[in-house]
């Protein structure tokens, strides 16, 4: 895990090639099904191009939406292994209804019937990693089979900018405060994203639990539940909040980060603002995913957990099949 984390930038070397490209089409409207790691890519460009026409579906089958916009949209099964059981059914039923197909997988049932099927796909290399290190890879891959050329050539550059190692230090100054704590991670609405790769990274990587929530939803809601009193302000100490700030942010919603601060502290609830720092969006994504994994990884040292694999998804995996 430590190595995937030092070779990230890596990734962004990445030349993705599209099989049976002739029959992909240009699209404006796109309908993607992947759980897990193999829908945070589609996440992050929401991120960069909240104008969009993407929808992510975390489910079986295909996003329930008009047959007018069925019709018009590309239906992208995203599956890491290639063998996940909703994107699968996904794909068949987008088949059986006649919809624009597209793969992106590193291989499994998926390719093998995109295969079969002459469905354009992009086999993602497999390099032995988890998904959630192999996000780069799978980011490029959308981007290419999206002809999103644009973005796909500038997302490459951070082959050139990222420096992994360069964010351990500080990576280990935050995991070193949150001994002990359930973090909790919140972010604009603009970077959702962001907030759930550090989720995950803590839930995968570091094997402890953690939640995000964006603002300003959170102030309409989950900020009253910090409201405690005498009787519960116990329920609080094994919080850790973390405030992902960005320049960039709405001014009323870097206002409200400031004020949930305050609010939070007064209340003896400890927080931590981690500012989102690079030149593009593309890098303050990615510059803040990497210090996640850093502070997952030395978490996951702290509690004498191992940090790449995931045995109880593993093992649910196989009680419902």
């Known amino acids: 895990?430590?190595?995937?984390?030092?070779?990230?930038?890596?990734?962004?070397?990445?030349?993705?090639t599209v099989e049976h490209s002739e029959a992909l089409k240009t699209y404006t409207s796109f309908l993607l099904t992947g759980m897990g790691g193999s829908h945070l890519a589609a996440d992050i460009v929401k991120n960069i191009l909240p104008e969009?026409?993407?929808?992510?579906?975390?489910?079986?089958?295909v996003a329930p939406v008009s047959k007018e916009k069925s019709a018009q949209s590309l239906f992208i099964a995203s599956s890491y292994s290639g063998n996940t059981e909703e994107v699968v059914e996904g794909y068949r039923q987008a088949k059986a209804a006649g919809m624009a197909?597209?793969?992106?997988?590193?291989?499994?049932?998926?390719?093998?019937?995109?295969?079969?099927?002459?469905?354009?796909?992009?086999?993602?290399?497999?390099?032995?990693?988890?998904?959630?290190?192999?996000?780069?890879?799978s980011l490029l891959a959308l981007l290419k089979i999206m002809k999103q050329d644009a973005l796909l050539s500038q997302t490459q550059q951070l082959q050139h900018v990222l420096d992994p190692a360069s964010l351990q230090k500080q990576g280990e100054e935050i995991a070193s405060k949150l001994e002990e704590?359930?973090?909790?991670?919140?972010?604009?609405?603009?970077n959702l994203s962001i907030a759930y790769n550090w989720k995950i990274k803590c839930n995968e990587t570091g094997k402890i639990p953690a939640f995000y929530n964006t603002i300003p939803e959170l102030n309409?809601?989950?900020?009253?539940?910090?409201?405690?009193?005498?009787?519960?302000?116990?329920l609080a100490k094994q919080f850790c909040v973390i405030l992902l700030s960005d320049d960039t942010d709405?001014?009323?919603?870097?206002?409200?980060?400031?004020?949930?601060?305050?609010?939070?502290?007064?209340r003896?609830?400890?927080?931590?603002?981690?500012?989102?720092?690079?030149?593009?969006?593309?890098?303050?994504?990615?510059t803040s995913i990497l210090t996640a994994d850093w502070v997952a990884i030395t978490l996951a040292k702290y509690y004498g957990h191992e940090a790449?694999?995931?045995?109880?998804?593993?093992?649910?995996?196989?009680k419902i099949s």
């Open 52 to 61: 969009i026409d993407l929808t992510i579906h975390h489910d079986y089958g």
């Open 220 to 234: 309409h809601n989950e900020m009253n539940g910090f409201d405690l009193q005498e009787n519960s302000r116990h």
């Open 268 to 286: 003896g609830i400890t927080t931590m603002e981690i500012p989102l720092s690079g030149a593009t969006s593309e890098e303050k994504i990615f």
């Open 308 to 318: 790449e694999q995931v045995p109880m998804i593993e093992e649910f995996k196989q």
């Open 1 to 16: 895990m430590e190595q995937a984390i030092l070779d990230f930038a890596k990734q962004f070397a990445y030349e993705p």
């Open 250 to 266: 709405h001014p009323q919603n870097i206002k409200r980060m400031q004020v949930v601060k305050e609010l939070y502290e007064a």
């Open 181 to 190: 704590k359930t973090p909790i991670i919140y972010a604009s609405q603009k």
């Open 101 to 137: 197909i597209a793969v992106l997988a590193t291989g499994g049932t998926l390719i093998a019937l995109a295969k079969a099927d002459g469905t354009p796909y992009i086999q993602i290399p497999d390099t032995g990693i988890q998904p959630r290190s192999a996000l780069g890879f």
